[in-house]
């Protein structure tokens, strides 16, 4: 008898893994959609046990909200931008630094737009930027944070925005302050506890807030110890090696030499010391020197520059932050504040008697 035919079956693969979504993780966790949704939003207003049991739920089913969906929920992207025309590549990248800190593990990320203020179209720029980006808001690095015309913009459309600048030119809730003035006039005031009454300064351009306060606040702090700095010891320079240099050959070239030079930051006060040594004028015995920012130049300088140092990373976290913090009551928040101390290294001593 022949052997029975054999019939073969053909298995069905298994079906494909529903991924979780956030339904699912609200009906397992036993709370509403909102709640779920604010918590992967980062809300303050959920409970705090509430928001680390969900968070673990989720991390326990794989769950990873979709950032192009949720963007569509919220009818706005993910996206903080950086708006700047600073001429110092090291101030935009520790500001960068500092705004990355504070969007790490967000879900938002950083787009920075240069752009030069001086253009005549740069406000519609800047437009365009924010329109096509779709961003939640914006960061206003100096000299664009003192500009109105770009802030009034920016409110026109509705885009947040947060300014960074030497002095409160906004709602308190949209202000970094950095207080530029305080920190020049402590240099001022430890120049002058070293006995120099013959002092000079560098500044930097006249269009920018921040030269107006720490003039302003080297100049003032010396008025009130009785010091009073004649004209011609005032020089306007760029902030750039370049202008330091030749803001320094004015000061140095005459018979009678200032003792010490405050700078307004640290790329003219490289060029004060460019100056110096060609000149043959030795720092610090001839010469004091100070500067501002305390960038990563002023401990490379020798000898190492004294210098005010404003913590450009940690203000470009604060005004990162304030963007992506919950709305609710933040017309009632004072301004932030970054405040500038002196750094004492080797570029200053009393004066050669």
Not at 38 to 45: A, D, H, T, V, Y
């Amino acid at each position: 008898m022949p052997a029975a035919k054999k019939t073969s079956k053909t298995v069905a693969p298994p079906a494909p893994v529903k991924a979780a979504t956030i339904n699912d993780i609200a009906r397992l966790a036993g709370v509403s959609k909102k709640t779920v949704s604010r918590i992967i939003n980062r809300s303050p207003l959920v409970r705090q046990d509430t928001r680390e049991r969900v968070e673990a739920l989720m991390r326990e089913v794989g769950y990873s909200p979709d950032p192009m969906a949720r963007g569509l929920a919220f009818r706005r992207s993910f996206l903080i931008g950086m708006v700047y025309d600073n001429p110092t590549a090291q101030f935009i990248v520790n500001m960068q630094y500092g705004a990355l800190d504070a969007l790490r593990d967000s879900g938002f990320e950083l787009v920075v737009h240069p752009c030069d203020s001086r253009s005549p179209g740069y406000i519609d720029g800047v437009r365009r930027f924010v329109q096509q980006q779709k961003l939640h808001g914006v960061m206003l690095v100096p000299r664009v944070s003192e500009d109105q015309a770009l802030a009034d913009m920016l409110g026109a459309i509705g885009c947040r925005y947060t300014r960074i600048a030497a002095v409160a030119l906004d709602e308190p809730s949209r202000m970094v302050v950095t207080h530029d003035r305080d920190g020049a006039a402590e240099a001022a005031d430890y120049l002058q506890s070293l006995g120099h009454r013959d002092l000079a300064l560098i500044t930097g351009p006249r269009s920018y807030r921040s030269a107006i306060e720490r003039t302003d606040g080297f100049v003032g702090a010396l008025v009130k110890r009785g010091i009073e700095l004649p004209k011609a010891r005032v020089v306007e320079a760029g902030y750039t090696f370049e202008s330091g240099v030749a803001a320094a050959e004015k000061l140095l070239s005459g018979k009678r030499k200032p003792t010490a030079i405050f700078c307004g930051n640290d790329e003219m006060a490289a060029g004060v010391y460019r100056v110096a040594l060609r000149a043959g004028i030795n720092i610090p015995r001839q010469l004091s020197v100070v500067g501002y920012d305390d960038s990563p130049l002023a401990s490379r300088l020798w000898p190492p520059l004294t210098s005010v140092r404003r913590d450009t990373r940690d203000t470009g976290r604060v005004a990162a932050a304030m963007l992506i913090q919950a709305e609710e009551g933040a017309g009632a928040r004072p301004a932030a504040s970054v405040r500038p101390h002196l750094i004492v290294r080797d570029s200053c001593q009393p004066p050669d008697s």
